[in-house]
């Protein structure tokens, strides 16, 4: 972090991270990085994909964009058996033709 030129007040200023501290970023971010940098964290969840939160090294939490969040909590609301999965197909009314075609088959020699 560099100092803010201003001295009428104390800011800081974020400087440009090297390419070691994106490539680190991209897998984990400490809590306390996460909280001081959240818009960043939040863009690279919509841009870059989840991105990992720790809190003293260890796991912590996924922040990722909603998209994905629906994708993969979509998959987790399947039907619980059977019954259920065809009660719920779009399929459910359409009129299906159960006849059978009473062809016998081709003859074979053996």
Not at 7 to 14: D, G, N, P, S, Y
Not at 45 to 56: H, M, W, Y
Not at 69 to 81: A, I, M
């Given at each position: 972090?560099?100092?803010?030129?201003?001295?009428?007040?104390k800011c800081a200023v974020a400087s440009?991270?090297?390419?070691?501290?994106?490539?680190?970023?991209r897998e984990f971010w400490q809590i306390q990085s996460a909280k001081a940098r959240f818009s960043e964290m939040f863009r690279r969840a919509r841009l870059e994909g989840p991105?990992?939160?720790t809190r003293q090294g260890k796991d912590g939490v996924v922040m990722s964009a909603e998209g994905q969040y629906e994708r993969l909590v979509g998959?987790?609301?399947?039907?619980?058996?059977?019954?259920?999965?065809?009660?719920?197909?779009?399929?459910v009314g359409v009129d299906l033709d159960w006849e059978?075609?009473?062809?016998?088959?081709?003859d074979i020699e053996l």
């Amino acid at each position: 972090m560099a100092k803010c030129s201003n001295k009428k007040h104390k800011c800081a200023v974020a400087s440009t991270p090297s390419r070691h501290e994106l490539q680190a970023s991209r897998e984990f971010w400490q809590i306390q990085s996460a909280k001081a940098r959240f818009s960043e964290m939040f863009r690279r969840a919509r841009l870059e994909g989840p991105q990992r939160i720790t809190r003293q090294g260890k796991d912590g939490v996924v922040m990722s964009a909603e998209g994905q969040y629906e994708r993969l909590v979509g998959k987790s609301h399947q039907p619980k058996n059977l019954v259920e999965f065809f009660r719920q197909s779009p399929f459910v009314g359409v009129d299906l033709d159960w006849e059978r075609d009473r062809d016998p088959g081709r003859d074979i020699e053996l």
